[in-house]
């Protein structure tokens, strides 16, 4: 379990620190009530197929049933509400300069506690594209403006027949490149590294740790579990996001 000690260290490390960028995962908004993906019981990947779900080709051989788990994704997402850890993290950006955040989540969480210019690699269930990025990628599409049956899958583009997807990244696709890029150079840039709420089994993402590692910045990592990240972590908060990040904060607050 983390102690004070490392909540102690922790805070000194921020202190520290000249540029400080920040990975989170599905962990961070597990406590609003948005299940991670590799939880062996309540994850999502549990309940569903990821192959059968989240790829180009499950889209193509069934539109339906893929728009319809997103939609039910999108609409949970539309529900919920910041917790404690994302309030912490726009916080540490209020008290410090040069702190940058990137997600692998498809929420907006991190903006609607009060974080500016959060990066997304995996794009945004919010919105949705063009299958066939018709005019250009991605070919962002307003649904709200279409006319179409809820019932029947998703509507098609207004520009082609292509159906409309949601703007999310699918196992065997590319990450948006300028995210990416933005992602690679903070992660290059920082002198610490805290990595939330993610398991580091998906690339590019996970590489980015080791990286921040390799070019000599200090990583701490929040995670109730260990993960592929624990192996490199000058300080392991064992703990859920929302309760560790608020009193690390309160620590370098005080200080
Ligand atoms: P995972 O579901 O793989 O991992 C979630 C991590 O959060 C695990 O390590 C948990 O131990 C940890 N966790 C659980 N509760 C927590 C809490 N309250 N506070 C902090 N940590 C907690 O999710 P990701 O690593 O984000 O990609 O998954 C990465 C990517 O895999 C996702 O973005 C998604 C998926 O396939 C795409 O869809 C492209």
Redesign the pocket.
Same mark, same amino acid.
């Given at each position: 379990m983390m102690n004070d000690k490392q909540i102690l260290q922790s805070a000194k490390l921020i202190a520290q620190a000249q540029v400080i960028t920040i990975l989170t995962?599905?962990? $961070?908004s597990?406590?609003s009530g948005v299940p991670? =993906?590799? %939880?062996a019981l309540e #994850?999502l990947w549990a309940q569903y197929n &990821?192959a059968q779900l989240?790829t180009p080709s499950a889209f193509k051989h069934n539109p339906k049933l893929v728009w319809d788990w997103y939609e039910w994704r999108r609409d949970l997402a539309g529900k919920v509400s910041p917790n404690a #850890?994302h309030y912490a993290l726009a916080e540490l950006q209020q008290l410090k300069e040069h702190v940058y955040i990137i997600t692998?989540? $498809?929420d907006d969480l991190h903006e609607q506690a009060g974080s500016k210019d959060v990066i997304h690699l995996?794009g945004n269930i919010a919105t949705h594209k063009c299958f066939a990025s018709c005019q250009g990628e991605p070919t962002l599409i307003d649904i709200s403006t279409l006319k179409f049956d809820k019932e029947a899958g998703p509507p098609a583009c207004p520009h082609c027949d292509a159906h409309v997807r949601p703007n $999310? !990244?699918? =196992?065997q696709e590319p990450l948006p490149a300028k995210q990416l890029n933005q992602a690679a150079e903070y992660t290059q840039l920082c002198d610490l590294m805290i990595v939330?709420?993610? +398991?580091?089994? !998906?690339n590019p993402?996970a590489q980015l740790p080791e990286i921040a590692k390799m070019t000599g910045a200090k990583i701490i990592e !929040?995670? &109730? %579990?260990d993960?592929m990240i624990t192996p490199i972590a000058d300080i392991k908060l064992t703990g859920? +996001?929302?309760v560790v990040l608020p009193k690390v904060i309160e620590v370098l607050d005080e200080s």
């Open positions: 995962g599905a962990g $961070v597990k406590e991670t =993906f590799r %939880d #994850g &990821p989240a #850890g692998q989540n $498809v995996h $999310v !990244v699918w =196992f939330i709420g993610t +398991s580091g089994m !998906v993402a !929040v995670n &109730p %579990d993960s859920a +996001s929302g």
